[in-house]
């Protein structure tokens, strides 16, 4: 029934800049906390940046502050990740989760499939 799906990914240039959608669908939007993690080859997944179903508030992962944005438009059911100033080490599958309280530990009830997102050097 829950179903989430990432959009936007793609190979872009060091410094350049990505926007990643998500559109979620079987579960009242409105009420759930989005979160964006990611993961690379090798790597345990990480948290990116979590947005609150009220406020609403955000909370990012020091490795990207400043460099990233999370923001939600309820009445699309989607959320959003505005990525900039990409450096090669954010190359990583994206996912995009909703969790009924926000979180930065991948402990979200539904994710998605995941984006690629490669920065070439």
């Known amino acids: 029934q829950v179903q989430l799906v990432e959009s936007g990914g793609g190979l872009v240039q060091a410094g350049g800049s990505l926007s990643l959608s998500c559109v979620a669908s079987?579960?009242?939007?409105?009420?759930?906390?989005m979160g964006w993690f990611r993961q690379a080859p090798g790597k345990e997944r990480e948290f990116v940046a979590t947005?609150?179903?009220?406020?609403?508030?955000?909370y990012y992962a020091d490795s990207m502050k400043g460099r990233v944005t999370i923001s939600r438009d309820n009445a699309k059911n989607t959320v959003h990740l505005q990525m900039n100033s990409l450096k090669p080490e954010d190359t990583a599958v994206y996912y995009c989760?909703?969790?009924?309280?926000?979180?930065?530990?991948?402990?979200?009830?539904?994710w998605g499939q995941g984006t690629q997102v490669t920065v070439s050097s």
């Open positions: 989760a909703a969790h009924i309280v926000p979180a930065t530990s991948p402990v979200y009830s539904y």
């Open positions: 079987g579960l009242p939007f409105r009420n759930y906390a």
């Open positions: 947005i609150s179903s009220s406020g609403p508030r955000s």
